[in-house]
């Protein structure tokens, strides 16, 4: 039995397609690079005078940096928090913060919000934890009295919580809640944040001393923007 002129055109038409429908595919899945924010966050601000100790010298030391302003000889500025307002990326379900030397380690930390908070020492004496909200709410106040136990608690708003220690009054740490896409500078200052869709960004600025007003980026499909910040009083 033949092939109708129909059938026919038809099976040619399909022949002809065939080969191109792989790369058609890859085509219509393929993804555009995602682009990056990057920068280095600086300030002309010279860091504070020692902490002088009070209590527990012979672990803490006769004096300690204070590191509200954690700065280099170039203005380079550490623990600086920057966040793209309304990216929503799941931060860390838990983050751990240690006593050592009557500092907490890291000084500011990033965890998402209903996750947890693990607590522990590596000091041979008393410490305590207390978190507290901006508001001054206290979300829990527990002490750590030997080194090397563990202790976890919940966080379970976003905003900043500030952590002290009642025994070690100059002890201050920072954890920053949030469930947006965020990163936080190092010793270097330098920052980078990727992964992002081609669009118009508000950038916000945190640091526990200096401030900074937010910034808009224009962040462009598989390329880098660059954005360095200068914080001030």
Not at 6 to 14: D, M, N
Not at 85 to 113: H, L
Not at 186 to 196: E, S, V, W, Y
Request: proline share 7%; charged share 20%; hydrophobic share 40%.
């Amino acid at each position: 039995m033949g092939i109708s002129r129909t059938g026919l055109i038809a099976a040619v038409a399909l022949a002809l397609l065939w080969p191109l429908s792989p790369s058609r595919a890859i085509a219509d899945g393929a993804t555009r690079a995602a682009g990056i924010i990057s920068g280095v966050a600086t300030t002309k601000e010279a860091g504070p005078r020692p902490i002088r100790v009070t209590i527990d010298p012979q672990v803490c030391g006769q004096s300690l940096p204070d590191e509200s302003i954690l700065v280099d000889a170039d203005g380079h500025l550490a623990n600086v928090v920057l966040t793209i307002a309304g990216v929503k990326t799941p931060a860390p379900a838990e983050t751990f913060v240690s006593n050592e030397k009557c500092a907490f380690v890291p000084r500011v930390s990033i965890m998402r919000p209903g996750g947890a908070l693990k607590m522990s020492s590596k000091d041979p004496m008393l410490h305590t934890m207390h978190a507290a909200a901006a508001d001054g709410r206290a979300f829990f106040n527990i002490s750590i009295p030997i080194p090397n136990v563990t202790l976890s608690r919940s966080i379970d708003k976003a905003g900043v919580v500030t952590l002290s220690c009642s025994t070690h009054t100059w002890m201050r740490g920072y954890l920053v809640v949030t469930d947006e896409r965020t990163s936080v500078t190092g010793p270097d200052g330098k920052f980078q944040i990727d992964g992002l869709p081609a669009g118009t960004y508000d950038l916000r600025i945190w640091h526990e001393t200096l401030k900074a007003a937010p910034m808009k980026v224009v962040v462009k499909d598989g390329e880098t923007t660059t954005a360095n910040v200068t914080l001030g009083r």
